[in-house]
């Protein structure tokens, strides 16, 4: 890395020689190995070798932006992110990019283990995915990845931050189908930053649901207790919780939670949790991505709203501090705000077994066509099963599910004790009342 | 690099600019000089791929793709992959560029953005945003069989979008478009014209209710035919998942699976949003029809699945320096002959379901689910109340059964398509479908 400090030393000072009151200098590198199975077989392997470098300026309040990853062309992106800057009027929400300050100590990001794979293992534990899955009769894997990546992120500004963070991730995913004339498929994944995943359970799951999916029976329109599986409730969340807690949709009017801090939004059994510091989190890092430390935020404190979430901008704009929730997709945007391991607490109970009648839902489909705003949503739940005396009883064979994460926020009965990592969200299965199901 | 059966690179160079504009305020401009490359080895039955950025060595990239696809097939040695033979593609009509964005000022473009942000901000509108994005791209490729050959492509557009809020109820509207041509396509579209309606559109929702749910006879507007043609059926046409088994569509080509109105047609060669002059294998492009006259008569190749099932490749796409994988281009369902108030006299009572935010679709069950942007009740043959948060959901095959009628006033839409976490632009159009029975949600 220490070439990359000197171009990026090298930027600065040329940034503030072009008339940058601020900048700063962001860089990314990964090294990702992945092996692709189509229909029970390894189809290749691959490996993505990323890195750039995004330019950000401030003069007089106005911010540009530049990117490359074309490292001999640092210079350009300088000069291009300078001039942009220059073209825009001075924003009086822009306060200034973070300063250097404590970083917190956060554990299990990185693994050697997953650092020194070969390709040989990497096609191994490939193989026992495929395995798990085919140990189950009637069952063709369609689709499924393994990969394993290594990344360093390094940020330095001229306000004095220079921080370095690395970290490495290991995931599997498996698409199956049934055989027979009744068909059915089901997927599963897991991801963690150390090399602890059984592989073989991912497709032995996914194969069992598969299975229990068949023959699915048609069901009536009505409403009923649903328990939502991780997957399927982190899903619905990402699409139409998500986006209101951020400080920026909130600041331009685009949230439903406008002015409701301190207001009793959900049961109060109930904790949402922003945390950049979860040991092994898959969003956990030292800082977020311009550098501010994380930290951990108390979104919704037992059914109480807490705290927005806040990147440096959002946060100059309403006079508070950063909660460390800058991210960027890569070094080719702009920071904005984001959600880093967002954590569902709830006193967990045998969700199942406490339900006398309900529906239980694996995943949906097209949650990322839910209402943003308004939180209202309408997806197609798969791998369905109704409830009867607190057992699965029946697979669904279509079912529909609409609704308003805010009025089911307020109607959650249980969560379960499987707690799983869906990418960022850590959370149970949640059983909540009185949902909307279309048969 | 003998040991490998075969090998190509893609080499790209792009400058990417975009501006956003958030409730008329520049949110963010900025500039991305890319250059990386993507290569492919095989080896037995085996891919190796390796992709890099920025100041790489072409030779040692491919050379460490070739180790892969050599590693694989001696850890997992599988059947022999075959590719159909690939002729040097012919480049021919290449979209012409009237006016380079690169020649227009950046305080232009910010200003236009800014007319049009004006323009989406009707009365009753509470904020907006927009979004302008221009990008040229010249592309290289070569593979081991000796082919050579290159293009340069712009590409241009916007989005806007207007919110409006009332009672703590919020409703969007959004327009765009976007094009292979340079600046003059803000000439060719009224811009403002359409940015004020994305503001009409968001106004109106807000006094719009929502349907109880049902089945019921349903007309789609172009925009969500289009959107149903692309996800529903275009994506279970396309070879790589009919070999995976992930497709309703295996082992129906010659069946009839369709109201014999339908015809679905997939063709890189025009130049809408969707174009290339050849794929990412260097294949030259060239129109597929999916479904003719209501009967499955072919799926999208690339050179491995038209080895395997037999077809035409010339459908394999990556976005950037991917690994290119079996896409669509510009998918729509071809020109009927019914008039659209004929189609309202016809279904009688039903809904009018317009525009799409977006859908999804399990093309192994053929099962889809798609929101619609807004509609309209149908009561004896005329558009009555409208209607907000309404979706359209239901088996593939059953929907393209039962078109009744088709339009003639055939429109496609641009936008990006995602798929093995890769986005490539693509467009998709329809003219109005009518349908027999659809299962229609709201909440």
Same mark, same amino acid.
């Given at each position: 890395?220490?070439?990359?400090?000197?171009?990026?030393?090298?930027?600065?000072?040329?940034?503030?020689?072009?008339?940058?009151?601020?900048?700063?200098?962001?860089?990314?590198?990964?090294?990702?190995?992945?092996?692709?199975?189509?229909?029970?077989?390894?189809? #290749?392997?691959?490996?993505?070798? !990323?890195?750039?470098?995004?330019?950000?300026?401030? /003069?007089?309040?106005?911010?540009?932006?530049?990117?490359?990853?074309?490292?001999?062309?640092?210079?350009?992106?300088?000069?291009?992110?300078?001039?942009?800057?220059?073209?825009?009027?001075?924003?009086?929400?822009?306060?200034?990019?973070?300063?250097?300050?404590?970083?917190?100590?956060?554990?299990?990001?990185?693994?050697?283990?997953?650092?020194?794979?070969?390709?040989?293992?990497?096609?191994?534990?490939?193989?026992?995915?495929?395995?798990?899955?085919?140990?189950?009769?009637?069952?063709?894997?369609?689709?499924?990845?393994?990969?394993?990546?290594?990344?360093?992120?390094?940020?330095? =500004?001229?306000?004095?931050?220079?921080?370095?963070?690395?970290?490495?991730?290991?995931? #599997?995913?498996?698409?199956? /189908?049934?055989?027979?004339?009744?068909?059915?498929?089901?997927?599963?994944?897991?991801?963690?930053?150390?090399?602890?995943?059984?592989?073989?359970?991912?497709?032995?799951?996914?194969?069992?649901?598969?299975?229990?999916?068949?023959?699915?029976?048609?069901?009536?329109?009505?409403?009923?207790?649903?328990?939502?599986?991780?997957?399927?409730?982190?899903?619905?969340?990402?699409?139409?919780?998500?986006?209101?807690?951020?400080?920026? =949709?909130?600041?331009?009017?685009?949230?439903?939670?406008?002015?409701?801090?301190?207001?009793?939004?959900?049961?109060?059994?109930?904790?949402?949790?922003?945390?950049?510091?979860?040991?092994?989190?898959?969003?956990?890092?030292?800082?977020?991505?311009?550098?501010?430390?994380?930290?951990?935020?108390?979104?919704?404190?037992? #059914?109480?709203?807490?705290?927005?979430? $806040?990147?440096? $901008?959002?946060?100059?704009?309403?006079?508070?501090?950063?909660?460390?929730?800058?991210?960027?997709?890569?070094?080719?945007?702009?920071? !904005?705000? #984001?959600?880093?391991?967002?954590?569902?607490?709830?006193?967990?109970?045998?969700?199942?077994?406490?339900?006398?009648?309900?529906?239980?839902?694996?995943?949906?489909?097209?949650?990322?066509?839910?209402? !943003?705003?308004?939180?209202?949503?309408?997806?197609?739940?798969?791998?369905?099963?109704?409830?009867?005396?607190?057992?699965?009883?029946?697979?669904?064979?279509?079912?529909?599910?609409?609704?308003?994460?805010?009025?089911?926020?307020?109607?959650?009965?249980?969560?379960? $004790?499987?707690?799983?990592?869906?990418?960022?969200?850590?959370?149970?299965?949640?059983?909540?009342?009185?949902?909307?199901?279309?048969? | 690099?003998?040991?490998?059966?075969?090998?190509?690179?893609?080499?790209?160079?792009?400058?990417?600019?975009?501006?956003?504009?958030?409730?008329?305020?520049?949110?963010?401009?900025?500039?991305?000089?890319?250059?990386?490359?993507?290569?492919?080895?095989?080896? *037995?039955?085996?891919?190796?791929?390796?992709?890099?950025?920025?100041?790489?060595?072409?030779?040692?990239?491919?050379?460490?793709?070739?180790?892969?696809?050599?590693?694989?097939?001696?850890?997992?040695?599988?059947?022999?992959?075959?590719?159909?033979?690939?002729?040097?593609?012919?480049?021919?009509?290449?979209?012409?560029?009237?006016?380079?964005?690169?020649?227009?000022?950046?305080?232009?473009?910010?200003?236009?953005?800014?007319?049009?942000?004006?323009?989406?901000?009707?009365?009753?509108?509470?904020?907006?945003?927009?979004?302008?994005?221009?990008?040229?791209?010249?592309?290289?490729?070569?593979?081991?069989?000796?082919?050579?050959?290159?293009?340069?492509?712009?590409?241009?557009?916007?989005?806007?979008?207007?919110?409006?809020?009332?009672?703590?109820?919020?409703?969007?509207?959004?327009?765009?478009?976007?094009?292979?041509?340079?600046?003059?396509?803000?000439?060719?579209?009224?811009?403002?014209?359409?940015?004020?309606?994305?503001?009409?559109?968001?106004?109106?929702?807000?006094?719009?209710?929502?349907?109880?749910?049902?089945?019921?006879?349903?007309?789609?507007?172009?925009?969500?035919?289009?959107?149903?043609?692309?996800?529903?059926?275009?994506?279970?046409?396309?070879?790589?998942?009919?070999?995976?088994?992930?497709?309703?569509?295996?082992?129906?080509?010659?069946?009839?699976?369709?109201?014999?109105?339908?015809?679905?047609?997939?063709?890189?060669?025009?130049?809408?949003?969707?174009?290339?002059?050849?794929?990412?294998?260097?294949?030259?492009?060239?129109?597929?029809?999916?479904?003719?006259?209501?009967?499955?008569?072919?799926?999208?190749?690339?050179?491995?699945?038209?080895?395997?099932?037999?077809?035409?490749? *010339?459908?394999?796409?990556?976005?950037?320096?991917?690994?290119?994988?079996?896409?669509?281009?510009?998918?729509?369902?071809?020109?009927?002959?019914?008039?659209?108030?004929?189609?309202?006299?016809?279904? *009688?009572?039903?809904?009018?379901?317009?525009?799409?935010?977006?859908?999804?679709?399990?093309?192994?069950?053929?099962?889809?689910?798609?929101?619609?942007?807004?509609?309209?009740?149908?009561?004896?043959?005329?558009?009555?109340?409208?209607?907000?948060?309404?979706?359209?959901?239901?088996?593939?095959?059953?929907?393209?059964?039962?078109?009744?009628?088709?339009?003639?006033?055939?429109?496609?839409?641009?936008?990006?398509?995602?798929?093995?976490?890769?986005?490539?632009?693509?467009?998709?159009?329809?003219?109005?479908?009518?349908?027999?029975?659809?299962?229609?949600?709201?909440?």
């Amino acid at each position: 890395m220490s070439d990359i400090y000197d171009v990026a030393t090298r930027s600065l000072k040329l940034a503030e020689k072009c008339g940058a009151d601020e900048a700063e200098f962001y860089f990314s590198s990964s090294k990702l190995t992945s092996a692709n199975v189509r229909k029970n077989t390894i189809e #290749g392997a691959k490996e993505l070798v !990323s890195e750039g470098i995004g330019i950000r300026i401030a /003069i007089n309040g106005a911010l540009g932006y530049a990117s490359t990853n074309i490292i001999s062309r640092i210079d350009d992106v300088v000069r291009t992110a300078v001039k942009s800057a220059r073209v825009r009027e001075s924003d009086p929400d822009w306060s200034s990019l973070p300063s250097n300050s404590d970083y917190p100590d956060v554990s299990n990001v990185f693994s050697d283990q997953i650092n020194n794979i070969g390709l040989g293992e990497c096609i191994d534990l490939t193989q026992q995915m495929i395995e798990g899955a085919t140990s189950i009769p009637d069952i063709i894997v369609t689709s499924g990845s393994f990969s394993r990546s290594v990344g360093n992120q390094l940020i330095l =500004n001229t306000n004095g931050v220079e921080i370095e963070d690395h970290g490495t991730a290991v995931s #599997g995913f498996v698409d199956v /189908i049934t055989t027979g004339d009744n068909i059915s498929t089901a997927y599963d994944y897991s991801i963690s930053r150390n090399l602890d995943i059984d592989f073989s359970a991912i497709g032995r799951n996914a194969a069992d649901l598969a299975l229990a999916s068949i023959n699915g029976i048609p069901i009536e329109t009505h409403r009923t207790n649903v328990i939502f599986h991780p997957f399927a409730f982190s899903d619905i969340l990402e699409s139409t919780f998500l986006p209101s807690i951020d400080a920026d =949709n909130v600041q331009k009017g685009r949230s439903s939670l406008i002015g409701k801090l301190g207001e009793e939004l959900t049961v109060p059994e109930l904790t949402l949790v922003d945390d950049g510091t979860l040991s092994g989190g898959i969003e956990t890092s030292v800082s977020d991505e311009e550098g501010t430390p994380s930290q951990r935020t108390t979104v919704v404190g037992n #059914g109480v709203l807490d705290s927005y979430l $806040y990147d440096s $901008y959002t946060a100059g704009k309403d006079n508070v501090n950063s909660t460390g929730n800058a991210v960027r997709n890569s070094y080719v945007s702009n920071p !904005s705000v #984001g959600t880093r391991n967002f954590i569902i607490e709830y006193p967990p109970s045998d969700i199942i077994s406490d339900t006398d009648g309900g529906v239980f839902v694996n995943t949906v489909i097209g949650a990322h066509t839910a209402n !943003s705003i308004s939180g209202d949503f309408s997806v197609e739940a798969r791998n369905a099963f109704t409830i009867k005396n607190g057992q699965i009883d029946k697979p669904i064979k279509s079912l529909m599910i609409s609704g308003n994460i805010f009025e089911m926020l307020k109607n959650v009965t249980g969560a379960g $004790y499987d707690v799983k990592k869906a990418g960022g969200m850590v959370t149970p299965s949640i059983r909540i009342k009185n949902v909307n199901v279309v048969g | 690099m003998s040991e490998v059966d075969f090998y190509d690179a893609r080499i790209i160079d792009g400058t990417i600019t975009s501006i956003v504009l958030d409730n008329g305020k520049i949110e963010e401009i900025s500039t991305n000089y890319t250059r990386g490359c993507g290569v492919r080895a095989l080896c *037995g039955g085996s891919w190796g791929f390796t992709s890099a950025e920025g100041d790489f060595d072409l030779q040692s990239t491919i050379a460490s793709a070739s180790e892969l696809a050599k590693g694989m097939d001696t850890k997992a040695s599988q059947e022999k992959i075959s590719l159909i033979p690939a002729p040097p593609p012919a480049i021919t009509d290449l979209p012409v560029v009237a006016i380079d964005p690169a020649d227009i000022s950046i305080e232009e473009k910010v200003q236009l953005l800014k007319d049009l942000d004006q323009h989406a901000r009707v009365e009753g509108v509470n904020s907006t945003s927009a979004v302008y994005s221009e990008s040229s791209v010249k592309l290289q490729y070569m593979s081991s069989e000796g082919i050579e050959c290159e293009y340069e492509l712009t590409r241009i557009g916007f989005a806007v979008t207007s919110i409006a809020t009332e009672n703590g109820v919020y409703q969007a509207g959004r327009e765009s478009r976007f094009g292979v041509c340079g600046y003059e396509l803000f000439d060719k579209h009224d811009v403002f014209e359409l940015a004020r309606s994305a503001g009409n559109t968001a106004v109106e929702l807000l006094n719009a209710s929502a349907p109880k749910g049902g089945s019921l006879p349903v007309i789609l507007d172009p925009e969500l035919a289009g959107v149903f043609a692309h996800e529903a059926v275009g994506h279970a046409s396309e070879a790589d998942l009919v070999l995976e088994g992930s497709s309703i569509l295996e082992n129906k080509i010659g069946e009839q699976i369709a109201s014999p109105m339908i015809n679905i047609i997939d063709d890189p060669t025009l130049h809408e949003y969707g174009y290339f002059p050849f794929d990412s294998e260097g294949m030259e492009a060239r129109k597929t029809t999916i479904i003719e006259d209501g009967v499955l008569n072919s799926y999208l190749h690339s050179r491995e699945t038209a080895a395997h099932l037999g077809g035409i490749a *010339g459908h394999s796409r990556a976005q950037g320096y991917s690994m290119p994988v079996v896409r669509m281009s510009n998918t729509y369902i071809d020109n009927g002959d019914a008039e659209f108030e004929e189609m309202l006299e016809v279904i *009688g009572n039903g809904m009018y379901l317009i525009g799409s935010r977006g859908g999804q679709v399990n093309t192994g069950e053929g099962v889809f689910q798609f929101n619609a942007e807004k509609g309209y009740m149908i009561e004896n043959g005329e558009i009555g109340a409208l209607l907000r948060d309404v979706s359209l959901s239901g088996q593939t095959l059953e929907i393209l059964n039962n078109v009744t009628m088709v339009g003639n006033d055939l429109k496609m839409n641009s936008g990006r398509c995602g798929k093995s976490g890769q986005l490539v632009p693509v467009s998709d159009g329809s003219p109005h479908i009518s349908i027999s029975k659809a299962l229609v949600g709201g909440s």
